[in-house]
């Protein structure tokens, strides 16, 4: 294989979302995630996510855990602690999404791992960090979004705050953490050791704030909310209800702004010396946006979209989902990938959007919990049948005789 990270192994101690988003992309880009499943907890809680869910099996899970490894080991019990020692002297990193307090609490840490394997490299993505007053919290992406002042930013002026439509802390913590992997790896091979990386999803959403954020913090700037999740200071930037649904436009040069009066036909607001420039969009927005308003409502959708595409207008249609999963662009580009499951039939999830080189992993379906318990420990730690029953018996894997598929 030549995908991108076929020579990396990595243990993860993972749950629900941002953790299993973040391996998800090393696995996507052709690393050997060990999924490391909790027997006291019924493994990873994102098996029970409703709605299709059923047993221990949810789309929930299938979209964030595909090709990955599942072991049940629980590491508080000291034959799966050198069970998962023995793992990490085979491993390049340890991926965690626990509590902050907690990778000290398992010994997850560089300072617990090095003297099996000085390389490694110790991820850690918590809600707050390991260190600070609330490194103890759990940490979720809603209250993320609350904390980190986004809330605060979206929504219609008159209205209540309001959280994104996804869960995009989380995501962005994932990705996050799964770059600082990556860099920690890259570092461990060439200078031969390892390091702790500590990923707080309340540091991604703060680093999200972007230039709102340097504005506030430089010059003591209050965000306003604007009405129909307008840009903040690009005027037209925003959502615009036409005659049969809506649309969404993007001025962000002068040029666009120029192109959009040629369509509607009003060379008059190119000329009003009160929408020249951003700045002077911005100060005038609710004076442009109410004959802007008038003007998208005369025509349907699909009109306005043809026009504005031949004159370069940045458009595009407010899609429900199931119209953005059809979309040509979607279709042409791959972007929905189908895998076979034993309780589902055929699921349809979407492709990753890493595009490193020509090949892509083959879309495999989510682990079953410890579906791969013994082939793990066998393959990576030279196991016998033998010692893989003692070690069951031992409740390793947990309690002896569960369901768990050791």
Not at 240 to 252: E, K, N, Q, S, Y
Request: charged residues 25%; contains cysteine; proline residues 7%.
């Amino acid at each position: 294989m030549t995908l991108p990270l076929a020579d990396v192994r990595v243990l993860s101690v993972e749950q629900f979302g941002a953790g299993p988003w973040a391996t998800l992309q090393l696995a996507d880009l052709g690393a050997a995630v060990i999924k490391i499943e909790d027997p006291a907890s019924g493994g990873d809680v994102g098996r029970y996510v409703p709605p299709f869910e059923e047993g221990e099996d949810s789309l929930f899970f299938e979209t964030f855990n595909r090709g990955k490894r599942s072991i049940s080991l629980d590491l508080r019990n000291p034959h799966g602690r050198a069970v998962f020692e023995d793992l990490v002297r085979g491993a390049d990193a340890v991926h965690s999404n626990l509590r902050g307090d907690q990778p000290d609490r398992l010994r997850l840490r560089h300072a617990d791992l090095r003297h099996l394997n000085p390389r490694i490299v110790c991820c850690s993505l918590s809600g707050f960090g390991m260190t600070g007053p609330r490194a103890a919290e759990g940490g979720y992406d809603y209250v993320m979004q609350g904390l980190a002042g986004w809330m605060s930013l979206t929504g219609d002026p008159d209205g209540p705050p309001v959280k994104s439509g996804l869960s995009l802390v989380d995501l962005s913590g994932g990705y996050v953490s799964a770059l600082a992997l990556v860099a920690g790896l890259w570092r461990a091979r060439r200078d031969g050791v390892g390091c702790d990386c500590d990923i707080a999803l309340f540091d991604t959403a703060l680093a999200e704030l972007m230039y709102v954020g340097t504005w506030a913090a430089t010059a003591g700037y209050t965000p306003p909310r604007h009405r129909n999740s307008a840009h903040p200071s690009l005027v037209p930037f925003q959502n615009f209800a036409t005659a049969d649904g809506w649309i969404v436009i993007a001025c962000p040069k002068e040029k666009f702004w120029h192109a959009l009066c040629g369509v509607l036909g009003r060379p008059d607001l190119a000329a009003d010396e009160r929408f020249a420039g951003f700045a002077g969009r911005d100060r005038n927005r609710e004076a442009l946006l109410a004959e802007l308003d008038a003007a998208f409502a005369t025509r349907p959708t699909a009109a306005w979209l043809e026009a504005l595409a031949a004159a370069g207008v940045p458009s595009a249609p407010v899609n429900d989902v199931a119209a953005a999963l059809t979309d040509p662009q979607a279709v042409a580009r791959g972007a929905v990938v189908e895998a076979e499951h034993e309780r589902f039939g055929t699921v349809r999830t979407i492709a990753s959007p890493l595009r490193v080189g020509d090949e892509r992993r083959p879309v495999e379906r989510a682990p079953q919990r410890g579906e791969h318990t013994a082939e793990v420990l066998a393959d990576l730690c030279g196991y016998d049948a033998d010692e893989i029953a003692a070690l069951a018996g031992s409740g390793a894997f947990g309690p002896p005789l569960t369901s768990d598929r050791a």
